[in-house]
């Protein structure tokens, strides 16, 4: 963690953090609802296959593609422990962010598995009539 601040296009951060940086740049428009909506999409094809849907953490490898999340992240002034602990941590963020936005559904401490939320899509019709 360091003394300097991270910059965003909305606001500054107080302090420099590796995790605070990865869950803000992930949820940070225009990529944050599109992250979501590969969530969602992530979620109904897991449903699709297994006729279940995922665990919270089998839903973050599809969406991020199973990364080595200690080399995304760098953070060598934390121990082993104290880096898995903020990992937990930014992942429980992101599943409630993506709760919230309606693109998964999940329940902690009820859910054991992350259900399809609703997407809002629009779609754009070509005009058809004729005069």
Known sequence: MGAGGDHYESFTTAVEDPYLGALLGTIDEPDGSSTAAR????????????G????????????????????VIDDPGRTLFERREQLDLL??????????LGAISFL??????????????????????SE
């Open 52 to 71: 279940t849907g995922p665990t919270c953490s089998e839903l973050l490898d599809a969406v991020f593609n199973a990364p080595n999340w200690d080399a």
């Open 91 to 100: 992942h429980r963020w992101l599943i409630s962010y993506w709760t919230r």
């Open 108 to 129: 902690p401490g009820h859910d054991d598995v992350v259900r399809p939320g609703h997407l809002v899509t629009t779609v754009v019709a070509a005009d058809t009539d």
């Open 39 to 50: 969530a969602s999409r992530a979620a109904l094809a897991w449903w699709d296959e297994h």
